[in-house]
T-cell receptor
Framework: GEDVEQSLFLSVREGDSSVINCTYT??????LYWYKQEPGAGLQLLTYIFSNMDMKQDQRLTVLLNKKDKHLSLRIADTQTGDSAIYFCAESSIYNQGGKLIFGQGTELSVKP | EAQVTQNPRYLITVTGKKLTVTCSQNMNHEYMSWYRQDPGLGLRQIYY???????DKGDVPEGYKVSRKEKRNFPLILESPSPNQTSLYFCASDPGPGLAGGGEQYFGPGTRLTVT
């Protein structure tokens, strides 16, 4: 089946940029998403990118998509302690029944002051 | 306010005692799903529904049942819970195909279930 992979942990210093990476296997991916989950909380959609785009910027967030390599990244500029959370990459495809999202394992971002 | 609600938010139960987690959405979405989240595994789809009375298995359906009698509600039923069903559960709704906006799924706040 289709798969989405992420590294499990990332640690950065406050004020630095964070880059969270994700790889996926589905060639028919339509949308790729980044979700944030703070401790004890639900899932918050941060941003998404359509598969025919290379880049999307939204304030401190930059999403880069390399469709050839099936690689997605999320860059957070000027990372703050409030950005500490688990970040999930997810993909959807028109072939995924019922709007199913396939999630990566999640990357736990730790921001040190 | 557009939202997906789940109840209860926290539940501790014992092996074999039937339970139901409710899910409701107020956006008239056609698609609804249940996911479970486990450390190091991300979220995995349990069941989904593409409309009233239309449900199908996701990736990890064993030990679960669902029903979709009304468009807004999609309860998750554990007939005989076991400890390996201890997890964080999320309900989600989706407007369905052919709509603009990125195909965004709306997630509920989650239900933390512990089976002892």
């Amino acid at each position: 089946g289709e798969d989405v992979e992420q590294s499990l942990f990332l640690s950065v210093r406050e004020g630095d940029s964070s880059v969270i990476n994700c790889t996926y296997t589905d060639s028919s991916s339509t949308y790729l998403y980044w979700y944030k989950q703070e401790p004890g909380a639900g899932l918050q959609l941060l941003t998404y990118i359509f598969s025919n785009m290379d880049m999307k910027q939204d304030q401190r967030l930059t999403v880069l998509l390399n469709k050839k390599d099936k690689h997605l990244s999320l860059r957070i500029a000027d990372t703050q302690t409030g950005d500490s959370a688990i970040y999930f990459c997810a993909e959807s495809s028109i072939y995924n029944q019922g709007g199913k999202l396939i999630f990566g394992q999640g990357t736990e971002l730790s921001v040190k002051p | 306010e557009a939202q997906v609600t789940q109840n209860p938010r926290y539940l501790i139960t014992v092996t074999g005692k039937k339970l139901t987690v409710t899910c409701s959405q107020n956006m008239n979405h056609e698609y609804m799903s249940w996911y479970r989240q486990d450390p190091g595994l991300g979220l995995r789809q349990i069941y989904y529904s593409m409309n009233v009375e239309v449900t199908d298995k996701g990736d990890v359906p064993e030990g679960y049942k669902v029903s979709r009698k009304e468009k807004r509600n999609f309860p998750l039923i554990l007939e005989s819970p076991s400890p390996n069903q201890t997890s964080l559960y999320f309900c989600a709704s989706d407007p369905g195909p052919g709509l603009a906006g990125g195909g965004e799924q709306y997630f509920g706040p989650g239900t933390r279930l512990t089976v002892t």
